[in-house]
């Protein structure tokens, strides 16, 4: 089967988070973000405008960002903490196991790359991957309502790869591949 030009990718099958070096490299592993309900992303850019003789004459822009949004029902603490920085713990031994996330006031929160996939109607599957993500905005969850799951949800900027200036890709893979393989 030959790789169709046209992508037609359907649903959210996965999502992973990877912490990032401000060099670039990972420094930890890939953490699922599990049951994963969305991942959007949209390209933006600010521009300035050189007005003359009561006209536009040119714009310039400052650099592309992309805003991105991500949606997860439950969540791990170790995705959690590649969100919001923080440390987990694991102590003791079955059937005690107590694993604790914590959060100081100096814990900044770090960069991650973030990598969805779909299924393709048209054949393969398609990754969608922001390079050097922030939850510079909000991270909240409705943890404990009656009746509901858990929702985790996040949102902020990916700025482009300080090692080549990318900044996302999407992929379109003729064989599916899992998410970390597809780059």
């Not at 992303?41 to 405008?49: A, I, K, M, R, T």
């Not at 969540?75 to 959690?80: F, G, M």
């Given at each position: 089967?030959?790789?169709p030009?046209?992508?037609?990718?359907?649903g959210?099958?996965?999502?992973?988070?990877?912490?990032?070096?401000?060099?670039?490299?990972?420094?930890?592993?890939?953490v699922?973000?599990?049951y994963?309900?969305?991942?959007t992303?949209?390209?933006?850019?600010?521009?300035?405008?050189l007005?003359?003789?009561?006209?536009?004459?040119?714009?310039?822009?400052?650099?592309?960002?992309?805003?991105w949004?991500l949606?997860?029902g439950g969540?791990?603490?170790?995705?959690?903490a590649?969100l919001a920085?923080?440390t987990?713990?694991?102590?003791?031994?079955?059937?005690?196991?107590?694993?604790?996330?914590?959060?100081?006031?100096?814990?900044?929160?770090?960069?991650?790359?973030?990598?969805?996939?779909?299924?393709s109607?048209s054949?393969?599957?398609?990754?969608?991957?922001?390079?050097n993500?922030k939850?510079?905005?909000?991270?909240?969850?409705?943890t404990?309502?009656?009746?509901?799951?858990?929702?985790?949800?996040?949102?902020?900027?990916g700025?482009?790869?300080?090692?080549?200036?990318?900044l996302?890709?999407?992929i379109?893979?003729e064989t599916?591949?899992?998410?970390?393989?597809?780059?």
């Open positions: 089967m030959a790789l030009a046209v992508a037609l990718p359907y959210l099958r996965d999502v992973h988070l990877t912490p990032v070096a401000f060099d670039g490299s990972s420094p930890g592993a890939a699922d973000l599990p994963a309900r969305t991942f992303f949209s390209d933006e850019e600010d521009f300035e405008v007005r003359g003789d009561d006209s536009e004459v040119a714009s310039h822009g400052n650099g592309a960002t992309v805003k949004e949606e997860a969540i791990s603490l170790e995705a959690y590649v920085g923080g987990v713990t694991t102590t003791g031994t079955t059937p005690n196991i107590k694993k604790t996330y914590r959060k100081l006031g100096t814990d900044q929160r770090p960069s991650f790359r973030a990598e969805g996939i779909a299924i109607e054949g393969g599957d398609m990754h969608g991957v922001v390079y993500c939850a510079d905005d909000k991270l909240q969850g409705t404990m309502e009656d009746g509901s799951f858990s929702l985790i949800s996040a949102s902020g900027a700025r482009k790869r300080t090692s080549d200036g990318a996302y890709d999407f379109q893979n599916a591949v899992l998410t970390q393989q597809a780059t």
